[in-house]
């Protein structure tokens, strides 16, 4: 009922750039978060950077002053602007939101996830 469609990962030189995107579409009645996650290979998946359910920003010590996170509520779609890019953000990024699809009451969708790759 719920789709998450992510784009724009790949790879890129220490101190590039890249965008990604997350697009939501199906049956939403109310996105209540939504936001990006990452896991690189041997590690847990952790948050990168979210709008939560009081529509402030949260992001992961380890990004903030490089990456922000934007969105167009007309398209319900985040973004995910990354600069400055270092090799340890190589990762596969998954976009996840919390999705009302009937009332606020909300669940928890992923989308399929994104390679980013950052070369030394």
């Known amino acids: 009922q719920v789709q998450l469609v992510e784009s724009g990962g790949g790879l890129v030189q220490a101190g590039g750039s890249l965008r990604l995107s997350c697009a939501a579409s199906g049956r939403i009645f109310s996105i209540n978060a939504m936001g990006w996650y990452r896991q690189a290979p041997g590690k847990q998946r952790e948050l990168v950077a979210a709008?939560?359910?009081?529509?402030?920003?949260n992001y992961a010590d380890s990004v903030k002053g490089r990456f922000t996170i934007s969105r167009d509520n007309a398209k319900n779609t985040v973004y995910l602007q990354m600069n400055s890019l270092k090799p340890e953000d190589t990762a596969v990024y998954y976009c996840n939101a919390n999705i009302g699809i009937y009332s606020f009451t909300g669940y928890d969708y992923w989308g399929q996830g994104t390679q980013v790759t950052v070369s030394s």
């Open positions: 709008f939560t359910r009081r529509d402030t920003t």
